[in-house]
């Protein structure tokens, strides 16, 4: 049905689905800025740093931070994923408006053919017509 509605009645009716440039999902945390070097530290770079200090022993902070950085990148898979259900959304909704313009149009179509027969049969009868 979205095929016949989205693709095939679309192009018959020269209709377009209307087009804007869906966001590309963009990652939240590209690391940070080494002060020393000026270069960006990556986020394996920053995971290396973590784990070099996880084995040097069982500081409570070190622990911390550990579940820390879990915690944010649980929050940043559930961000993307929200994200990515956000666009699917939108590409869903695009197809039911043009699905819905596409039957309006033919509606359209069907009663301005109905209403002009209609009319011409009627102004012919009352024409032909004789007392």
Not at 32 to 44: D, F, K, M, P, V
Not at 52 to 77: A, F, V, Y
Not at 86 to 102: C, F, H, R, S, Y
Not at 104 to 117: E, G, L, P, Q, T
């Amino acid at each position: 049905m979205k095929i016949l509605f989205c693709k095939w009645f679309a192009a018959c009716l020269c209709m377009k689905p209307k087009s804007s440039p869906s966001p590309a999902p963009r990652r939240l945390y590209m690391g940070r800025l080494n002060t020393a070097t000026g270069e960006r530290l990556s986020n394996e770079d920053e995971n290396k740093k973590i784990s070099s200090l996880e084995t040097t022993g069982n500081d409570p902070g070190i622990i911390l931070m550990k579940e820390i950085r879990d915690l944010l990148k649980i929050r940043i898979q559930n961000e993307e994923q929200q994200r990515n259900d956000d666009v699917q959304e939108e590409n869903i909704k695009k197809d039911w408006m043009l699905a819905a313009a596409v039957l309006d149009r033919i509606c359209a179509f069907v009663f301005v053919i109905i209403f002009v027969v209609g009319t011409a049969i009627f102004i012919a009868l009352i024409t032909t017509h004789r007392d």
